[in-house]
């Protein structure tokens, strides 16, 4: 909600580092750029790196495949990019990307769970204002009383004269969080439609709707894409990625890691310590396999983004990129 158009958005080693999955639009000022090119612009000291690229292979538009790049890779317009920055670049990053927009100034939640307050009240401290809908009467009272600075509105979320009431065409942001997948993915559909149809109306030529749909059945994300829902969220993802955090090694060394819904990549974040075996290398002299990716040293609470020349010392947090067949290995060099 903070980077709209942003895909996914990942806040490792206490916020020092963020990692941003977005697909490059064709004004993106990173389409047809070489990774060399963009890497002498950023020398000597960078502010981030491209960590993976996911596009649709050239022979089947209907698949994808996910490397992880070296320098004579160029960027195409609707690669899905991860990028490890430094949280003072994310601006950069976004312009970069092309997908820099405005904080939405109005935001309709459909759903009024639990999570959907938590979301409304962030949102209200921001400034924005708030509606949202939901069908279960007594759940409704309780979020007047509990949200007085937020519209809510009684009624069901795929309920086309429902929406329209809650202005649905003339929102910047829409969050599809009720408990039903189905629900959630035609009342974004509909959004962006409306929303398209306004403004070619109104001849406005501002951003469109911003969606984002909970979903969890994993096989409606090509639906989601396809359709240009914005952003698909899943409580499978979280829930494995806490698991994996186990899973990949000692839990004092490995302090996260995060997966994603789309992207067949992993980052992990290693806490080095005094017998850790990459202590007094560097990244060079580690036999790094082309599946994975050192990205960013957090030292002293102060990031860099990691070069051949980076070693590794006592204390340090790596966040590094890694195709899955290439997790264990990388693994073995920080734990």
């Given at each position: 909600?903070?980077?709209?158009?942003?895909?996914?958005?990942?806040?490792?080693?206490?916020?020092?580092?963020?990692?941003?999955?977005?697909?490059?639009?064709?004004?993106?000022?990173?389409?047809?750029?070489?990774?060399?090119?963009?890497?002498?612009?950023?020398?000597?000291?960078?502010?981030?790196?491209?960590?993976?690229?996911?596009?649709?292979?050239?022979?089947?538009?209907?698949?994808?495949?996910?490397?992880?790049?070296?320098?004579?890779?160029?960027?195409?317009?609707?690669?899905l990019l991860r990028v490890?920055?430094?949280?003072?670049?994310?601006?950069?990053?976004?312009?970069?990307?092309?997908?820099?927009?405005?904080?939405?100034?109005?935001?309709?939640?459909?759903?009024?769970?639990?999570?959907?307050?938590?979301?409304?009240?962030?949102?209200?401290?921001?400034?924005?204002?708030?509606?949202?809908?939901?069908?279960?009467?007594?759940?409704?009272?309780?979020?007047?009383e509990n949200l007085a600075?937020?519209?809510?509105?009684?009624?069901?979320?795929?309920?086309?004269?429902?929406?329209?009431?809650?202005?649905?065409?003339?929102?910047?942001?829409?969050?599809?969080?009720?408990?039903?997948?189905?629900?959630?993915?035609?009342?974004?559909?509909?959004?962006?439609?409306?929303?398209a149809q306004s403004k070619?109306?109104?001849?406005?030529?501002?951003?469109?709707?911003?969606?984002?749909?909970?979903?969890?059945?994993?096989?409606?994300?090509?639906?989601?894409?396809?359709?240009?829902?914005?952003?698909?969220?899943?409580?499978?993802?979280?829930?494995?990625?806490?698991?994996?955090?186990?899973?990949?090694?000692?839990?004092?060394?490995?302090?996260?890691?995060?997966?994603?819904?789309?992207?067949?990549?992993?980052?992990?974040?290693?806490?080095?310590?005094?017998?850790?075996?990459?202590?007094?290398?560097?990244?060079?002299?580690?036999?790094?396999?082309?599946?994975?990716?050192?990205?960013?040293?957090?030292?002293?609470?102060?990031?860099?983004?990691?070069?051949?020349?980076?070693?590794?010392?006592?204390?340090?947090?790596?966040?590094?990129?890694?195709?899955?067949?290439?997790?264990?290995?990388?693994?073995?060099?920080?734990?």
């Amino acid at each position: 909600m903070e980077y709209p158009g942003a895909m996914d958005l990942a806040r490792m080693a206490n916020e020092e580092v963020v990692v941003i999955g977005a697909r490059l639009p064709a004004h993106a000022p990173l389409v047809g750029v070489s990774l060399h090119a963009l890497g002498r612009e950023l020398d000597p000291d960078w502010d981030f790196i491209v960590g993976a690229i996911t596009r649709k292979v050239e022979s089947d538009d209907s698949e994808e495949v996910t490397i992880v790049p070296r320098q004579d890779e160029i960027l195409r317009e609707g690669d899905l990019l991860r990028v490890i920055c430094k949280s003072r670049a994310l601006h950069d990053v976004t312009n970069r990307l092309g997908i820099a927009r405005d904080v939405p100034r109005r935001a309709l939640l459909l759903g009024g769970g639990r999570t959907a307050e938590m979301i409304a009240e962030s949102l209200l401290y921001r400034g924005v204002d708030v509606a949202i809908i939901e069908k279960r009467h007594e759940r409704a009272l309780e979020l007047s009383e509990n949200l007085a600075r937020a519209l809510i509105y009684e009624g069901d979320v795929t309920d086309v004269e429902m929406l329209e009431e809650a202005d649905v065409a003339r929102q910047d942001l829409v969050i599809a969080l009720t408990g039903e997948d189905d629900a959630n993915v035609l009342a974004c559909l509909y959004a962006k439609s409306v929303s398209a149809q306004s403004k070619r109306t109104s001849g406005n030529g501002e951003d469109g709707i911003e969606t984002i749909a909970v979903v969890h059945r994993l096989k409606l994300l090509d639906l989601l894409e396809t359709n240009q829902v914005d952003t698909a969220l899943s409580p499978r993802t979280a829930t494995a990625n806490s698991v994996l955090r186990f899973v990949r090694g000692d839990v004092g060394s490995v302090a996260a890691v995060e997966t994603f819904l789309h992207g067949d990549v992993e980052i992990l974040e290693f806490a080095v310590s005094d017998e850790s075996p990459c202590v007094g290398r560097s990244i060079e002299d580690m036999e790094l396999t082309k599946g994975a990716l050192v990205g960013a040293i957090v030292r002293d609470g102060k990031a860099q983004i990691a070069r051949g020349h980076s070693t590794f010392r006592a204390n340090d947090h790596v966040i590094a990129i890694a195709k899955p067949e290439s997790v264990e290995k990388l693994t073995t060099l920080f734990v």
